[in-house]
Each structure stands twice: as structure tokens, then as C-alpha cells.
């Protein structure tokens, strides 16, 4: 008689085995008492899944989001029972917010002490029950690898967050070793969108020809069709305005493109938004809608491959139900070309008026240091292909105006849940899921202050990223919202420190600068040490200013006339008696040289 012995493996590396089937190379974490068996795994499996030890557990939520985002694939993080848990949930939130798919790991004390009040033991599950698509607690060591790709599929299926707890000594128990990954070459094929019929198209361009100033808001979901939204752009006479996710997919460079809506905004895309009379959104997410959809009445037309998405911003005078690009494409095939409109034309004027404004702020010398030419230095080093993480406040305005991004970039900010912080995270992610590539992590000092003790992650793992700090003291973007509030400042200026001593004493290189005559050969020194293969750091003491905020500027058509004023709520502590002209406005920020709408109209022989 024969008897047959089936090969056992511990659960926890089975489970970790499931994680690289789909097509997982790191983790992030850090270490607790409760997810030693997962810890003693990763130990196992260190050939085929590198463990990144990040300081703190936000910070490894945060760089699992981004990887997600940057990749499209499902980012992995974990925590340790009880604190190491709920540091998780604010990178979690994140990528719940962003539609990002991402694995969280949490640890649970052993079963058997479970129920009894045991040392850092809490019901998790409960804890994560808004942030996640999926949330279970492993209940038998042989269901782990079960669970997680389970947990796994459903993260992609609803682009989310899912979370599996696992009591500490499951990890250990010895399982049959056997094939639990379910992942296969469909998980990764592309599927078709729906697509907008003829009927729909034919009467989408009827809309079109009936308006007088169409405007497209373009969302992400243009994916790799902007080339084609720029053709359609041009043949139907019709700017673009985007939405923050969507820069880089339509080139700066286009005339049509305006750039961005609302406060991170160009004055052409909020001027040319507040005098439209037909919004046209592509693909697009726009959570600051009642913001700029509210200011006046025009008709909607909102092309998205997600019905649900419908009259989510906006009540719709007509929905289609398409991928973006497709319908982009069918338009094209089904359009005639539109002779050359004065609106067009005073789009277009309005966008290089702005770009030409921007590029003297960039091109001047300050002393002390402003913040624009710090971005010229940053489009002189930048590889083509580079990546940049970009940390939450008065630098996501300024790179949405300053930074050049095209399709061949990566990038990824915190949007929707907009949690500082991410900077670090984010580069971390982006040069672990792309070696080869150059990398950027631009933070202003307050969002830096909160997780730059992962500097050291960098250091440890010798990852080239070149740490870009705007450093002035201030919460500057919650300051410059106080300046438009009837109070004084109250809580927005934070202590200065030496970051370019404290990466030092990290033994990471550093820099710091004060004027821009300092700027290139920090730049070129930031080169030669992160080709070298190692991080960097500059730490950029800027002034305080504010950049220009367009969003003030206010139009009303009335009786067949333009008109444009500044809000009144435009530094709201203002004595009473001061009112503010736009020339005024422009001035304040060095903008003599910009144009008001209604001059651009009447330019270009605008009727209205």
C-alpha cells in the first residue's frame, strides 16, 4: 500500500504567493506584534516580493494608492493590529476617493485571544467598512489565500479599496499547497466601452451648431485619445478646458487647451467656463461643479462609459452613453469642419495672453527666492518620460500652471480626498514601479513636515528621487482662503526648519537656495547625485505670495453686453471704502500686461 503525503505550505506564504500571481512586486509596511506570520512570509518569499519598511503605516497606504494610480495595478499595503490599522485609513481614503485598486493587509491578535479584551485587540472590520469595496476577516487558516484573491478581484472590479484582517496565527498553520490564485491572461485584457450611436452623435452636433460659445471640459477618461480631442477641437471650433487629472492628455502646447478651471485655474479656462453657453464634459470627474457650473445658466451635455456618472454635476439636457475617445472618433467621422469662429479665436488669444504673463513671472530673477522659477529649473531637467508626485497646496496650482507634462509623463497627486502628505509617498511609489525613470517629489514645507521622516526610506532602498521643498513658513493655499474671509489669520504659519540639515543628518545630499541665481546649479547638482543612484533634496526658502487667484474674476452678460469685476469677496478684510478695478487685480499680481475678456471679445469680434 501507498500512501500519498500532499505537500504543505505556512498560509501566509500561500497568501503572498496569491499577491504575486497578480503581478505584484512590493509591499509596504511596517511591522507589529500581530502580523509576525505574515512578516516571517515575507521573509520567504523576499525573492519574489520585495518588502519596502516605509516609517509609518499612512505613509505606506498612501504609496500603495499611488502605485495604483500610476500603474493601474492593484497596490498592496498593510498594518499591525489596533494603530498600525488605523494609520492605514487616511492612504485608504485616498484611494477610495481617486477610484484607485488597492489591497489592505491588516493584522488581528491569534484567534484564541480574540474576545477576550487581548492587547491591541479592537473590531477592525467595522473601522473600514465605509472605505471599502470588500472587508473580511479571515476566518479559518485555509481560506487566507481564498480571501485575498477574492479581495483582490474585487478591488479591481470596483476600483477600490479592499481590506482582509488576518488573525496573527493563521499565518502559521500549514495548509495544502495547492494553486489558490485565480488570476488569468483575461484579468488583463482591454475591454470595449460602450458606444454612442448616430442618432446621438447627430444630435449632440445639432446642440453643437446651435451654440454660440461651446466650451469641452475633458476628464482623464480621454485616456489616450487627446490627439483626437485635439482634432475634434479644431474641426468643430471648440476649446478645451480640463479638469486637474486630465493635464498631460491633451498637450499644453495645443492653443485650444486653456488648461484648468477654478482656483488651480488658468484665467482663460475660468473666463472662457463663465461665459459659455454650452458645457460639453467628456470623461470627466468634476467635484468643485457647484463652484463653476452655478454661476449661469448654459446647456449640458455629458459624454461618459459610466451611466451612473450622469447628472452627477449637473442636471443633463443630454447624456451619452460612450467611451470618451470613441465618441471623440465617431464626431470626427460624422462632422463637417466649422469655418474659423471670433470665439475661438478669443479663446485662443485669451490662453497666450495668460501663458505669456506666466512665462515672465518664470524667466525673472527674485530675490528673495519666488516660486516660479524653481518650475523653470524643473522643465530643464525633467527626462521626457519623467515622474513627479505632487504634494497637496499652493504647489498643486503652480505645477497645474508652471510644470510640462504630455502623455509620455507620469504623475500623481492626493485629488479628491487631497491629503497632505503624499508627496513622499508618491515618489516612492512611482521609482519602485518605474526604476529606469527619473522622479520627482515637489512638497511645499507644511504637507513635507508630515511624513519626511520616510526620506529615509528613500535612503535605505537607494531610490534616485529629487525632493523639491517649497519652503515659506506657511500654510500658504489655507492662507491665501483666510485672505478672502473677513477674520485675521489665525493658525497658518508653522515654524521654518533646515530641511536641507535634517536630510543631511539622514544621509541623504541636500541643498539650500534663496534667490534664483541659485537655482541652476542646485538643479544640475540634484542631476549628478540622482544619476548616481542616489535621492536628493533641495530646500527652496520662497516668499509667501499668492498667485494670482482667477477664480475672483466674474462675468455677466446683460442686454448683450460683457462685463467683468472682481468678487466681492476678494480680500474680504479689506476697509470698505476700497474696491478693486480688474486692472487693479492684474496689477497686484504683475499683470499689467493681461487682457480682460471683454477687451479679448471685442478684439476678435465677439457677438454675443
Not at 505613509?59 to 498593510?78: P, Q
Not at 485555509?142 to 488573525?167: F, Q
Not at 458645457?279 to 457647484?290: E, H, L, R, S, T
Request: net charge negative; no cysteine.
Amino acid at each position: 500500500m501507498t500512501v500519498t503525503t500532499q505537500k504543505t505550505i505556512p498560509a501566509s506564504v500561500a497568501m503572498l504567493r496569491v499577491i504575486e500571481s497578480w503581478g505584484v512586486d512590493h509591499i509596504f509596511g511596517y511591522p507589529g506584534g500581530s502580523f509576525n506570520s505574515t512578516m516571517n512570509a515575507l521573509n520567504i518569499e523576499k525573492d519574489r516580493l520585495k518588502y519596502i519598511q516605509i516609517r509609518h503605516e499612512q505613509v505606506g497606504a498612501l504609496a500603495a494608492a499611488a502605485d495604483a494610480k500610476l500603474t493601474g495595478k492593484i497596490g498592496v499595503a498593510f498594518g499591525s493590529a489596533g494603530p498600525g490599522a488605523t494609520n492605514l485609513l487616511t492612504g485608504l481614503y485616498d484611494a477610495k476617493e481617486d477610484h484607485a485598486p488597492v489591497l489592505a493587509l491588516i493584522g488581528q491578535v491569534p484567534s484564541k485571544n480574540m474576545n477576550y479584551n487581548y492587547f491591541q485587540e479592537f473590531a477592525e472590520n467595522p473601522m473600514f467598512s465605509d472605505v471599502a469595496v470588500y472587508n473580511r476577516l479571515v476566518m479559518t487558516p485555509e481560506s487566507l489565500p481564498y480571501v485575498v484573491d477574492k479581495a483582490i478581484r474585487e478591488a479591481y472590479k470596483h476600483n477600490g479599496v479592499a481590506v482582509v484582517v488576518i488573525p496573527n496565527d493563521f499565518g502559521y498553520v500549514e495548509i495544502p499547497d495547492t494553486p489558490y490564485s485565480s488570476s488569468s491572461p483575461s484579468d488583463r485584457k482591454k475591454v470595449a466601452g460602450p458606444v454612442a450611436t448616430d442618432e446621438e452623435v447627430d444630435q449632440f452636433l445639432a446642440m453643437v451648431k446651435d451654440a454660440k460659445r461651446p466650451v469641452i471640459h475633458v476628464g482623464r477618461g480621454i485616456k489616450d485619445g487627446g490627439d483626437k480631442l485635439v482634432e475634434l477641437s479644431k474641426k468643430l471650433q471648440i476649446p478645451i478646458v480640463m479638469t486637474g487629472l486630465a493635464k498631460g492628455l491633451v498637450p499644453d502646447s495645443y492653443e485650444g487647451n486653456l488648461g484648468m478651471a477654478n482656483r488651480a485655474a488658468s484665467k482663460a479656462a475660468d473666463e472662457i467656463m463663465a461665459v459659455s453657453d454650452l458645457v460639453i464634459a467628456i470623461g470627466a470627474d468634476f467635484p468643485f461643479a457647484n463652484l463653476i457650473y452655478r454661476t449661469h445658466d448654459f446647456k449640458f451635455i455629458q459624454i461618459d462609459n459610466d451611466e451612473a456618472q450622469f447628472g452627477r454635476h449637473h442636471f443633463l439636457d443630454f447624456g451619452i452613453w460612450s467611451d470618451a475617445t470613441a465618441f471623440v472618433e465617431k464626431v470626427i467621422a460624422r462632422s463637417e469642419t466649422v469655418t474659423p469662429t471670433p470665439f475661438f479665436k478669443a479663446a485662443v488669444a485669451d490662453m497666450a495672453n495668460w501663458q505669456a504673463y506666466l512665462d515672465v513671472l518664470t524667466n525673472r530673477d527674485s530675490d528673495p527666492l519666488e516660486f516660479e522659477p524653481i518650475y523653470k529649473e524643473i522643465n530643464r531637467i525633467a527626462e521626457d518620460d519623467a515622474v513627479f508626485s505632487i504634494d497637496v497646496g499652493d504647489n498643486i496650482i503652480n505645477s497645474f500652471r508652471h510644470l510640462n507634462l504630455t502623455p509620455k509623463n507620469k504623475w500623481v497627486i492626493s485629488a479628491l480626498f487631497a491629503s497632505m502628505g503624499s508627496g513622499v509617498p508618491g515618489a516612492l511609489a512611482g521609482q519602485l514601479s518605474y526604476p529606469d525613470r527619473q522622479v520627482f517629489n515637489i512638497s511645499g514645507d507644511g504637507a513635507f513636515s508630515m511624513v519626511m521622516q520616510d526620506l529615509i526610506t528613500e535612503k535605505k532602498y537607494q531610490l534616485p528621487i529629487i525632493n523639491i521643498i517649497t519652503s515659506n513658513a506657511a500654510l500658504n493655499f489655507i492662507k491665501s482662503e483666510q485672505d478672502d474671509i473677513p477674520m485675521d489669520y489665525s493658525g497658518i504659519f508653522i515654524e521654518d526648519q533646515d530641511f536641507a540639515m535634517i536630510a543631511q543628518a539622514m544621509g541623504i545630499e541636500s541643498i539650500t537656495v534663496r534667490s534664483s541665481k541659485e537655482l541652476p546649479a542646485a538643479f544640475d547638482k540634484a542631476l549628478e547625485v540622482t544619476k548616481a543612484g542616489r535621492p536628493f533634496l533641495i530646500d527652496a526658502k520662497i516668499t509667501d505670495k499668492r498667485s494670482i487667484p482667477v477664480e475672483e474674476l466674474e462675468l455677466t452678460i446683460k442686454d448683450g453686453k460683457l462685463t467683468e469685476t472682481i468678487s466681492a469677496s476678494y480680500d474680504a478684510s479689506r476697509p470698505a471704502s476700497k474696491e478693486y478695478s480688474v486692472a487693479d487685480f492684474f496689477a497686484e499680481y504683475d499683470g499689467q500686461s493681461l487682457k480682460t475678456l471683454p477687451e479679448l471679445f471685442e478684439e476678435n469680434g465677439v457677438e454675443l
